[in-house]
């Protein structure tokens, strides 16, 4: 289930962040910025449940969030857009999957795993800036449910057409939020146009 969100201010945020003269502060700053208002989308549909309160004046029902939420960042690129969710939602609890994606293979190979425990319903949304080939995010995604999420969403700030299919025919249950689908992968499976590595803009290792 894609839904492509198209709001003005995240696509002027988004052509900051493809363009290669946006430098790893900057690119930083905009990748919490775009999560963020990807956060917000994603989030709308949400369950909620009725609570009794005491305003100063009277008592009322109110609404509050029905399941424990989980943020879980794949690593490492992910963690760029920890910030952009915790501004969103700053009493999530956060979950590590460490996953990359094998040079000469583009296979997934998940190297570490930390998530929350005694969780109540809980509610799993997977960040990852990139959905190219799509097996990183499919495979982080078999791993939360396997670990008992009982809703998964994905966040991913670019997608390729390839890697939406990957998603919807092993997790069509899945609801993946992104700021564009992109034309296509490369030769060397990145997304064309793109932005690049993302791991690497965010953290400067080439
Ligand atoms: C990038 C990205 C995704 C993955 C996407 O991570 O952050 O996790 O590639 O590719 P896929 O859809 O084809 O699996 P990378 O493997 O470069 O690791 P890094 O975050 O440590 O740089
Ligand atoms: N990972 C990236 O960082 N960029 C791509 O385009 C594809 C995978």
Known sequence: MLHEIHHPLLQHKLTALRDRRTGCKEFRELASEITLLLAYEALKEVAVDDCEIETPLTTMTGKKLRND??????LRAGVGMLDGMLTLVPTARVG???MYRDPETKEPVEYYCKLPENLVHPLAIVIDPMLATGGSLA?????????GMDQVLVI????????????TERH???PVYTAAVDERLNDHKYIVPGL???GDRLYGTK
């Open 172 to 174: 069509p249950d899945v």
């Open 156 to 167: 991913s700030i670019l997608a390729a057409p390839e890697g939406v299919a990957v998603m």
């Open 139 to 147: 495979a982080t995604v078999d791993l939360l449910k396997r670990s």
């Open 69 to 74: 939420l989980v943020i879980v960042p794949v």
């Open 96 to 98: 590590f999957v460490g």
């Open 196 to 198: 690049g590595d993302a």
